[in-house]
C-alpha cells in the first residue's frame, strides 16, 4: 500500500492544516477532522495566541508546501526587542547583527485560514469541521468522534492516522490509556500562565508604537511583551504567576488593583491600553507548559505530530515553528521510505526527538533570559559583544538566537550545544576580564571561538563520565 492510503488527521490547526496539504499534493486521499468551526467562516479566536512570531524554520515548511509567497504578505517584520524600563524609556535590542535576519509577527488565524483555503484546492482533501476525537482505537485505527452540529457520534477508519491535535491531543491520550507499549510522557506546567490584551490602532489605523519590534516590559518575576498586526494594533501578552509574588492572577482581581499593578509597573503600555480592566477581567489566563513523550507512533498505524509529541512554553517563539518542521523533517524521511510506514515513523522520531526535546528545553531557557537577563548589564554587554561578531563576521559567527531562529540548516540540537558553550564563553571572558577595549573584534572572535571549543570539550568529556 502507498499512495492509495487513506489517510486520516485529527487537528486542522498550523501543524496539521500544513501536513494535510503536503500529504494531499503527494497524492494521498486525506481527511481532516477538526473539533472547531472553520475559522474562516467564523468570528472566533484561533485559540492560544492571536498572534505569532514566525521565523525561517516556519518559513521553509511554507517554502516545501509552495505557499512561501502567500504567507509573506501577511508578516510584519520584527528586527528585535525594543526593551521598555519602568520609567518609560525604550532601547532597542536586534535579534542579529546581520540586517537580513528578522522574525515575522502573523495573525494565527490568517496563516491557517491561508493552509486551509490552500487545502481546499485539493480534491483528494476534505476537511470536516465541528468533529470533536474523543479517542482512537490504535490497533485498528479507528478513531471516535462527536458531531457538535448533529449532536451526534461516529466513527471514521484511516489506513493511517495523524495526530496533529495539539498540547491535549486524543491520540496521545489513547496511547496512554490503551497501554499497548509502554509510553513515556511527562507535563510539566510553568508557574505563570498568560493573559492577552489590546493596543488599538490609532484614529487613522496606524500602530501606535513602532512595529519594527518586538516590545518587551521585562520585570523579573513577570513580563509583557506586544507584537504588531497588520490593523495597526498590538497583541499585548502578560505572563504572570498564578499566586506567587507581590501581583499575580489570583490577586488581580478588581478594577482598581490592575490599574495600579500596571501604573506601578508598565505605565507607558497602560496609556496605550484603554480597555484593561475589561480585557483582563473577560480574556481568560492559559496555562503554559512542556509536554515530552515517547514513542511517537504505533506500529505501522498512527503517529503524533506538532504539539501534541512536543508541546513548548512559547519564550523561544519556535513552538509552530519547530512544528512546521516537523512537516519538513516528515517529508523527507516519507520522501525516502515511502510506503513503509513503521520505517517512516521510527526514523523520523529517532531523526527529530532530540531536536524537538532541545528547543522545549531552550524555550526554558529564555522564559528567564526574556523576563530577566535581557536588563541585566552583564547580559547586554554580551549581546553587544555578539551582534559585533555577526556585523563583522556574517558567515562566521552565529549567537545561540540566530542559530535557533535563522538557520535553518542547523538542528536544534546542535544549536543548543553549541549555543550554550558560546554563551557560557562570553560570560567567562567578560567575568575574567579576558576581553578588554584594546581588543579589535579579530581577537575577540579568536578568543570567543577557543573558549568555546575548550567548553565543548570539556561537556564532552564530563558525558563520557
Ligand atoms: P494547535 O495549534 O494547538 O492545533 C491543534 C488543532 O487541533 C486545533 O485546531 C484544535 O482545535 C484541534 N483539536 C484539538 N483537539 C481536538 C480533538 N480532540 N479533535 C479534533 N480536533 C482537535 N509558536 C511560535 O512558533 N511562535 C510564537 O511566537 C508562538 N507564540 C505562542 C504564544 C502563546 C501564548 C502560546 C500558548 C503558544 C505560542 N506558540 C508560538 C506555540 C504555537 O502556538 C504552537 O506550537 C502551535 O500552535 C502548534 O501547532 P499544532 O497544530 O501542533 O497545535
Known amino acids: 500500500m502507498s499512495k492509495k492510503d487513506n489517510i486520516l488527521i485529527?487537528?486542522?490547526?498550523?501543524?496539521?492544516?500544513?501536513?494535510?496539504?503536503?500529504?494531499?499534493?503527494?497524492?494521498?486521499?486525506?481527511?481532516?477532522?477538526?473539533?472547531?468551526?472553520?475559522l474562516r467562516a467564523t468570528d472566533i479566536s484561533a485559540g492560544r495566541s492571536i498572534n505569532l512570531a514566525l521565523s525561517d524554520r516556519g518559513l521553509k515548511a511554507m517554502r516545501l508546501a509552495g505557499v512561501e509567497n502567500k504567507v509573506k504578505p501577511l508578516c510584519i517584520p520584527m528586527y528585535g526587542r525594543l526593551v521598555h524600563d519602568t520609567e518609560g524609556n525604550?532601547?532597542?535590542?536586534?535579534?542579529s547583527g546581520r540586517d537580513n535576519e528578522y522574525i515575522n509577527s502573523i495573525s494565527r488565524g490568517d496563516l491557517n485560514g491561508l493552509l486551509l483555503t490552500e487545502a481546499d484546492l485539493y480534491d483528494n482533501l476534505t476537511i470536516h469541521f465541528n468533529k470533536k476525537c474523543t479517542g482512537v482505537d490504535i490497533e485498528n485505527n479507528i478513531a471516535s468522534f462527536y458531531d457538535y452540529k448533529t449532536k451526534e457520534e461516529f466513527t471514521a477508519k484511516g489506513?493511517?492516522?495523524?495526530?496533529?491535535?495539539?498540547?491535549?491531543?486524543?491520540?496521545?491520550?489513547s496511547y496512554y490509556l490503551e497501554r499497548k507499549f509502554l509510553f513515556s510522557y511527562s507535563q510539566n506546567y510553568l508557574t505563570h500562565g498568560y493573559k492577552e490584551l489590546e493596543i488599538p490602532a490609532s484614529a487613522e489605523g496606524k500602530h501606535l508604537i513602532s512595529q519594527d519590534y518586538l516590545h518587551i516590559w521585562p520585570r523579573g518575576d513577570y513580563m509583557l511583551i506586544a507584537l504588531p498586526n497588520?490593523?495597526?494594533?498590538?497583541?499585548?501578552?502578560?505572563?504572570l504567576s498564578y499566586d506567587e509574588g507581590e501581583?499575580?492572577?489570583?490577586?488581580?482581581?478588581?478594577?482598581e488593583a490592575i490599574k495600579n499593578f500596571f501604573n506601578s509597573?508598565?505605565?507607558?503600555?497602560?496609556?496605550?491600553?484603554?480597555?484593561?480592566?475589561?480585557?483582563?477581567?473577560?480574556?481568560?489566563?492559559?496555562?503554559?507548559?512542556?509536554?515530552?513523550?515517547?514513542?511517537?507512533?504505533?506500529?505501522?498505524?498512527?503517529?503524533?505530530l506538532g504539539d501534541a509529541a512536543h508541546a513548548i512554553v512559547p519564550f523561544y517563539g519556535q513552538g509552530m515553528n519547530a512544528s512546521f518542521e516537523?512537516?519538513?523533517?516528515?517529508?523527507?524521511?516519507?520522501?525516502?521510505?515511502?510506503?513503509?510506514?513503521?520505517?517512516?515513523?521510527?526514523?523520523?522520531?529517532?531523526?527529530?526527538?532530540?531536536?524537538?526535546?532541545?528547543?522545549?528545553?531552550?524555550?526554558?531557557?529564555?522564559?528567564y533570559e526574556m523576563r530577566d537577563h535581557v536588563a541585566n548589564p552583564i547580559f547586554k554587554e554580551k549581546r553587544a559583544i555578539e551582534m559585533a561578531l555577526e556585523k563583522e563576521f556574517p558567515n562566521k559567527y552565529f549567537s545561540?538566537?540566530?542559530?535557533?531562529?535563522?538557520?535553518?540548516?542547523?538542528?536544534?540540537?546542535?544549536?543548543?550545544?553549541k549555543g550554550r558553550a558560546q554563551d557560557k564563553a562570553i560570560l567567562n571572558l567578560l567575568v575574567d576580564k579576558k576581553i578588554t577595549t584594546t581588543d579589535d573584534l579579530n581577537s575577540i572572535l579568536k578568543k570567543v571561538q577557543l573558549e568555546t571549543e575548550a567548553i565543548l570539550e570539556e561537556d564532552k568529556i564530563a558525558g563520557l563520565k
Open 247 to 255: 501581583y499575580n492572577f489570583n490577586n488581580l482581581t478588581t478594577e
Open 230 to 239: 497588520l490593523d495597526g494594533s498590538f497583541t499585548v501578552t502578560l505572563f
Open 400 to 417: 545561540k538566537y540566530s542559530m535557533v531562529t535563522f538557520k535553518e540548516d542547523i538542528p536544534y540540537h546542535t544549536a543548543m550545544t
Open 159 to 173: 489506513d493511517v492516522i495523524f495526530g496533529t491535535d495539539g498540547a491535549g491531543s486524543s491520540l496521545r491520550k
Open 90 to 95: 525604550t532601547f532597542p535590542s536586534n535579534y
Open 265 to 304: 509597573k508598565f505605565p507607558d503600555a497602560l496609556a496605550l491600553i484603554p480597555n484593561i480592566a475589561q480585557e483582563f477581567a473577560n480574556n481568560p489566563t492559559g496555562a503554559l507548559g512542556t509536554v515530552k513523550c515517547s514513542p511517537w507512533h504505533y506500529k505501522n498505524k498512527n503517529v503524533i
Open 326 to 367: 516537523d512537516v519538513t523533517v516528515f517529508d523527507a524521511i516519507l520522501e525516502q521510505h515511502e510506503g513503509d510506514w513503521e520505517t517512516i515513523f521510527k526514523v523520523y522520531e529517532k531523526t527529530r526527538k532530540a531536536d524537538t526535546d532541545a528547543i522545549a528545553d531552550l524555550a526554558i531557557d529564555n522564559y
Open 10 to 38: 485529527i487537528g486542522a490547526g498550523l501543524c496539521g492544516s500544513l501536513l494535510a496539504l503536503r500529504l494531499a499534493q503527494r497524492g494521498y486521499t486525506v481527511n481532516v477532522y477538526e473539533s472547531r468551526p472553520d
